[in-house]
């Protein structure tokens, strides 16, 4: 199954990305140019919506883990919701879910992210 990719913008610079299908051979480049596209300056987080991912790779864990380090660089949060049970295992047999920040749906992703940007906010105040 093709990869399909849609990104919402929220407000502060947070960008929802919700995949459907397999992260793959055929489909990572196409997921990392558009992560690439979203990463700038003014991005606070990233968050992937994978209740429609049937299928990853191990270039598609690649993808993944290189947005997560690429988005701390830039001091920005990446994180993970609606993961399903057979995506979840794969990350777990290779040591990767420590790492990444994972949430049951978007309201909690939500209310994660808003902590954090107000945290950022009363640390420039100050």
Do not use: C
């Not at 913008?9 to 990305?17: C, D, F, G, S």
């Not at 993970?80 to 990350?91: A, D, G, R, W």
């Amino acid at each position: 199954m093709a990869l399909s990719i849609k990104v919402e913008k929220k407000p502060n610079h947070v960008y929802a990305v919700e995949l459907k299908g397999a992260i793959d051979a055929e489909s990572h480049q196409k997921l990392e140019d558009e992560v690439k596209e979203l990463i700038h300056d003014g991005t606070k987080a990233v968050i992937m919506d994978m209740k429609a991912v049937d299928y990853i790779s191990s270039v598609g864990i690649r993808v993944v883990v290189w947005a997560k380090k690429t988005l701390e660089k830039k001091l920005a949060t990446f994180a993970m919701i609606n993961l399903q049970p057979q995506i979840e295992k794969v990350f777990e047999v290779m040591k990767i879910l420590p790492m990444i920040d994972i949430f049951e749906d978007m309201a909690e992703a939500d209310q994660y992210i808003d902590q954090i940007i107000k945290e950022e906010i009363e640390k420039n105040r100050a």
